[in-house]
């Protein structure tokens, strides 16, 4: 079975710093790799995404996030925070292979950001 | 712009008075699904359609049913509210192309029960 643990739950950093927010999965081959950002009050949006190929995944709003199989690991980085970046976020994991299939979610981790 | 819309935004129901909430999707994807999320939890996923195949979790309660008349559109019933399905409800749509499935999410809503 397939599973992910977020193991900061809760992240303070200043606004300028960098960022990374730890992701690791539980998957038996490789694995379709997310990351979700949830506003307050909102839906999630997808951040990035890896499936294949180059292992530094580029998303949007400046994130990246770095797939490491030795290390069952998809961490998120950002070299400079915003204060519009305080949110939670969701690291995500399925198959890879077919079709559709069931994501699951991690517990996900709330940043906060100082001034 | 492509999208994922939920309403109403926030709904406030009685116990035990049923409710429905509505999603509809202009991204013409073949598989849609429900998420329960609680205050500062992942997203519980209820059921998700594909096509007009009704897939229900394990451990989704049978207060919860699901429509699906359309590809646009896909409806949560709640038959019997409790204090227990206070929650945001988030509607998300995916394709079913082969290592493409990432999904994409409504708003959600945020249901209180009273």
């Known amino acids: 079975a397939q599973s992910v643990t977020q193991p900061d739950i809760h992240i303070t950093v200043s606004e300028g710093a960098s960022l990374e927010l730890r992701c690791n999965y539980s998957y038996g081959a490789t694995p379709y790799l997310f990351w979700y950002v949830q506003s307050p009050g909102q839906g999630l949006q997808l951040l990035l995404k890896y499936f294949s190929g180059d292992t530094l995944v580029q998303g949007i709003k400046g994130f990246e996030a770095e797939f490491k199989r030795s290390q069952s690991s998809f961490n998120l980085r950002k070299p400079s925070v915003h204060w519009s970046d305080a949110a939670e976020y969701f690291c995500a994991v399925g198959p890879n292979s077919g079709g559709y299939q069931k994501v699951t979610f991690g517990t996900g981790t709330k940043l906060q950001v100082i001034p | 712009d492509a999208m994922v819309i939920q309403n109403p935004r926030y709904q406030v129901t009685q116990f035990g008075k049923p409710v429905t909430l509505s999603c509809s999707q202009t991204l013409n994807h073949n598989v849609m699904y429900w998420y329960q999320q609680k205050s500062s939890q992942a997203p519980k996923l209820l059921f998700h359609y594909y096509d007009k195949d009704f897939n229900n979790e394990a451990d989704t309660p049978d207060n919860f049913q699901s429509r699906r008349p359309n590809t646009s559109f896909c409806f949560l019933d709640i038959r019997s509210p409790g204090l227990g399905d206070a929650a945001m409800y988030l509607c998300?749509?995916?394709?079913?192309?082969?290592?493409?499935?990432?999904?994409?999410f409504g708003p959600g809503t945020r249901l209180t029960v009273t």
């Open positions: 998300a749509t995916s394709s079913n192309r082969v290592n493409s499935y990432e999904q994409y």
